[in-house]
Nanobody, 122 residues
Framework: QVQLAESGGGLVQAGGSLRLSCAAS????????INWFRQAPGKEREFIIG????????YSADSVKGRFTVSRDNVKNMGYLQMNSLKPEDTAVYYC???????????????WGKGTLVTVSS
């Protein structure tokens, strides 16, 4: 199983930007879709954005569409989530995951990283 580790979270002011990284080990990410989920305090983990194994297609939840951009570097075995125009409601622990295809349900994901906390102040 591919092992994933998220990083890049922190405290940012509303309207600011942040880039999260997802480092893979154990197996290459080249043939896996990368999915990003987040879990806000007191809420369920939700899908926000994903990218296919080739990087040719992306899928975004309405809540982040136009603000978040997902990308990947298969040579470096890394995934990235660029977050712009951050809002306080974006505050959550962010997770990346790998799957055969983009998966929007947390129930379809069995392998998670530890997550990285993003806090957006008002």
């Amino acid at each position: 199983q591919v092992q994933l580790a998220e990083s890049g979270g922190g405290l940012v002011q509303a309207g600011g930007s942040l880039r999260l990284s997802c480092a893979a080990s154990g197996r290459a990410l080249s043939n896996y879709a990368i999915n990003w989920f987040r879990q806000a305090p007191g809420k369920e983990r939700e899908f926000i954005i994903g990218i296919t194994w080739s990087g040719g297609r992306t899928y975004s939840a309405d809540s982040v569409k136009g603000r978040f951009t997902v990308s990947r570097d298969n040579v470096k075995n890394m995934g990235y989530l660029q977050m712009n125009s951050l809002k306080p409601e974006d505050t959550a622990v962010y997770y990346c995951s790998a799957s055969a295809s983009v998966t929007t349900s947390k129930d379809g994901i069995s392998n998670w990283g530890k997550g990285t906390l993003v806090t957006v102040s008002s």
